[in-house]
């Protein structure tokens, strides 16, 4: 990939955005004389420290120190964020926020966050128009920016295919399941006949079940922002066909973003896995050197998101300005082509599509797999679909409740859809 050249775009365009800001002040708490510090708080291996962003910008501003803070798990950042928001205290400058939190916080959060939409620089046309408007508030203020999206692939072992019986070409891997998830299924089936012994066809059923949601048009909330879940026969359907994964013994029983599952990837213990071009990164963490050339990449078998965040300034921040254009600075299309080049979190800005460190971007550690045109195709087919307050609470509790009861403990699948519902309708106090 052209790292050489994403750099050089990342320092034009860093200091034509905020030229001529080193020498303002909003605020106390600096580091020292003349120098500020600004706290980012992020979810997980969030990838702008382990790309260099922040390094790149304090190069290019070093009155600026950046110190970031993370918490494995959105499910324990979140609840921490509403506190803080709350109470107005213990934030970040800059604030991490999860596609499935957006839709709440733009509703019930946005009066103490920063219009970020008026920051200098900041270009709504390089946007996708739905991640602008998933950042926006009824009112019209643009509290959040976007940082990336999840159009979804599916990253398969190819060492592993091979012992299977299976093709290992990613072309002819895509081919085994395109257009359909049943297929996906089926091809599972045809693994387990030859599988490795102590491997599994994929890492777990709610991996599964969040993919084909992530393909439907409608899921949890429909259009006029009523909860749904129950009465969809897509996310039914997808349900049902998560649950025979797990019925048919093709799952490895693990529970995404735990230490298990972690290891997983780097024991084999799965061939494929559902894979948003964020989820790169991760297995490249998690697989290690050892990983490298094994794992590669095909088309997922039919177009769909999973995921991707954005970033907010809260108001009650000492450095809001400052902020501010940090936010604005890491998200700009040269940055965000820089961090799919780096960690394969994909553009939510199609500016940065035509990138060359995106169009034409491959990835060593996945057999050089042209990610950048696998990616660019599956965004183009993504459906655009409502996002309510509670969509990370419905599908949590639909992954971690019912599917992790049907994967982990050989309950059927309408036993653990009753669990999930019921879970569910306590959260939402229905």
């Known amino acids: ?54 390094e790149a910008y304090t190069r290019l501003h070093p009155n600026v120190v950046i110190k970031q ?31 499935g939190n957006i839709a709440e916080v733009t509703a019930t959060q946005g009066g103490k966050l920063e219009d970020l939409g008026r920051v200098p620089g900041v270009d709504r046309s390089a946007f996708l128009p739905w991640k602008w408007a998933q950042g926006t ?26 012992r299977a019986g299976l093709p290992t070409d990613r072309e002819a891997v895509g081919a085994l399941w395109a257009g359909d998830w049943r297929a996906y299924l089926r091809a599972g089936s045809r693994y387990q006949q030859g ?72 024991t084999g213990a799965f061939a494929t896995v559902s894979c948003p071009a964020w989820m790169l990164g991760y297995i490249q963490d998690k697989a290690g050197p050892a990983g490298r050339g094994t794992w590669d990449v095909a088309a997922a078998p039919r177009p769909g998101n999973w995921g991707g965040s954005f970033l907010v300034v809260p108001s009650a921040g000492k450095h809001r300005a400052e902020a501010a254009r940090l936010a604005a600075w890491l998200t700009a299309p040269a940055q965000q082509a820089l961090l799919f080049e780096r960690r394969g979190s994909f553009p939510s800005s199609p500016a940065a599509h035509a990138l060359p460190q995106v169009a ?47 994967d982990q403990k050989g309950r059927s699948a309408q036993e653990g859809w009753d669990a999930a519902v019921k879970a569910i309708d306590n959260a939402l106090d229905l």
């Not at 959105?74 to 964020?81: A, C, F, K, M, V």
């Not at 508030?137 to 060492?159: E, F, H, M, N, S």
């Not at 429909?222 to 349900?239: F, L, S």
Request: charged residues 15%; neutral net charge; contains cysteine.
């Open 1 to 54: 990939m052209r790292r050489s050249l994403a750099v050089l775009v990342a320092a034009v365009l860093g200091a034509a955005l905020l030229g001529g800001c080193t020498g303002e002040r909003d605020g106390a708490g600096g580091t020292g004389s003349g120098v500020t510090t600004l706290t980012v708080g992020v979810f997980g291996a969030f990838g702008y420290q382990e790309a260099g962003l922040y």
């Open 69 to 99: 803070t993370s918490i494995a798990r959105n499910e324990n950042y979140y609840p921490q964020l509403l506190t803080h928001l709350g109470a107005g205290s213990g934030l970040a400058d800059v604030q991490a926020v999860e596609v």
């Open 137 to 162: 508030t009824r009112d019209g203020r643009t509290v959040a920016l976007g940082t990336d999206i999840g159009p979804q692939a599916i990253c398969y072992r190819k060492d592993l295919f091979a």
């Open 195 to 266: 599988a490795p012994e102590g491997t599994a066809f994929v890492d777990s059923a709610s991996g599964v079940l969040a993919a084909i949601n992530g393909s439907s048009a409608e899921r949890f909330y429909d259009a006029k922002g009523e909860v749904v879940y129950k009465t969809n026969p897509a996310v039914k359907d997808a349900w049902n066909l998560a649950a025979a994964f797990a019925a048919g013994g093709l799952t490895a029983r693990l529970q995404p973003f735990t230490p298990a599952w972690d290891q997983g990837f780097a």
């Open 360 to 406: 034409a971007a491959t990835h060593p550690y996945f057999g050089g797999a042209p990610i950048g045109a696998i990616f660019t195709r599956a965004a183009r087919g993504v459906p655009v679909a409502a996002v309510g307050p509670k969509d990370l609470v419905i599908s949590q509790n639909l992954a971690d409740v019912g599917m992790l009861q049907v």
